[in-house]
């Protein structure tokens, strides 16, 4: 596709976007007050209130093992006292965003449940990264990893013709999967999804984690996410877990290591981390 073309097919797919993947209005909901300073926890409760689906999953969630809390929480009230705001948001987006990641993605080689092994194995490695460097909330680290790429999810659905030049072009070269959609579309699908999280109306940490997780050294400079999620997306491909077509050639910036405080021989024990917890 030439340049023009290239800008044509990537407005055409973000006007698109609200349709392709919308997220549950009780969710949109959340997100919506919890950017109103005048909102308060009653505001939350009384909204989830409203969509019983949503507390129940949100409820187990709340009494999983990872929280650890010795007795059962039975109440949206109590859940929202117990975790705060900003739990429950992310607990809200992680309920609904995970069944999406289920479907498999041909353009990608990912089958069934393929993209959300490899999304909830990056969640789960940016969270434990979150957890020894303490500079990022660990449950906010979570669903970084889980959305980061939610772009394909898109791309699968839109750019299926394309695809097949942007595979033939990997497999002929020395070129990063990341640089060939690049070539071919014009864009990756870091770059879709972080239109994606805009739709949504998502912090611009969020947007911008997802945006340049193949290419941290783009983020902006107190944005150590991405680097985050950057190193515990490579973990996972290390580890091969749901990786497709772009794990091949895959890009690593070593300069991330050391921006979050980690060395080489951190990896191997990050690992086992993962593994153990998923
Ligand atoms: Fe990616
Ligand atoms: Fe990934």
Same mark, same amino acid.
């Given at each position: 596709?030439? *340049?023009? #073309?290239? $800008? ?10 609200? *349709? ?16 109103? +300073?005048?909102?308060?926890?009653? *505001? ?35 859940? %929202? ?10 607990? &809200?987006?992680?309920?609904? %965003? ?14 069934? $449940? ?6 909830? !194995? ?15 909330? +660990? *449950? ?24 097949? #030049? ?15 959609? /690049? ?10 999804? &972080?239109?994606? !999280? ?6 611009? $940490? ?9 290419? +941290?050294?783009?983020?902006? /400079? ?6 985050? %999620?950057?190193? !515990? ?20 910036? $070593?300069?991330?290591? /050391? ?5 080489? /021989?951190?990896?191997? +024990? ?9």
């Amino acid at each position: 596709m030439v *340049d023009k #073309d290239k $800008e044509a097919f990537l407005n055409k797919i973000v006007s698109g976007l609200t *349709d392709l993947l919308p997220l549950p209005t009780t969710v949109m909901a959340i997100i919506k007050i919890s950017k109103n +300073p005048n909102s308060n926890l009653q *505001d939350l409760v009384k909204l989830l209130d409203k969509d019983q689906a949503m507390v129940t999953r949100i409820l187990r969630l709340a009494n999983s093992s990872h929280y650890g809390f010795s007795k059962e929480i039975k109440t949206i009230n109590h859940a %929202v006292v117990c975790l705060g705001f900003k739990t429950i948001q992310n607990m &809200a987006l992680t309920v609904s %965003v995970s069944p999406m990641f289920q479907q498999s993605l041909d353009s990608y080689l990912l089958e069934k $449940e393929g993209l959300f092994k490899h999304s909830n !194995a990056v969640a789960v490695g940016s969270r434990i990264i979150a957890q020894q460097q303490k500079y990022v909330d +660990p *449950d906010e680290s979570y669903v970084m990893g889980l959305l980061h790429d939610v772009g394909k999810l898109i791309l699968d659905q839109c750019a299926k013709e394309q695809f097949v #030049d942007v595979i033939n072009l990997v497999k002929k070269g020395n070129i990063s999967f990341i640089e060939a959609e /690049e070539q071919i579309l014009g864009f990756n699908h870091g770059e879709i999804g &972080a239109k994606v !999280a805009e739709k949504w109306n998502l912090s611009s $940490e969020l947007v911008e984690t997802i945006r340049f997780h193949h290419n +941290p050294e783009q983020a902006s /400079e107190n944005n150590k996410s991405v680097h985050m %999620v950057h190193i !515990a997306n490579y973990l996972v491909e290390m580890m091969g877990i749901g990786i497709g077509y772009d794990g091949l050639n895959y890009d690593f910036n $070593e300069k991330s290591l /050391e921006l979050i405080g980690l060395r080489n /021989e951190d990896m191997e +024990p990050l690992m086992v981390s993962i593994m153990n917890e998923l």
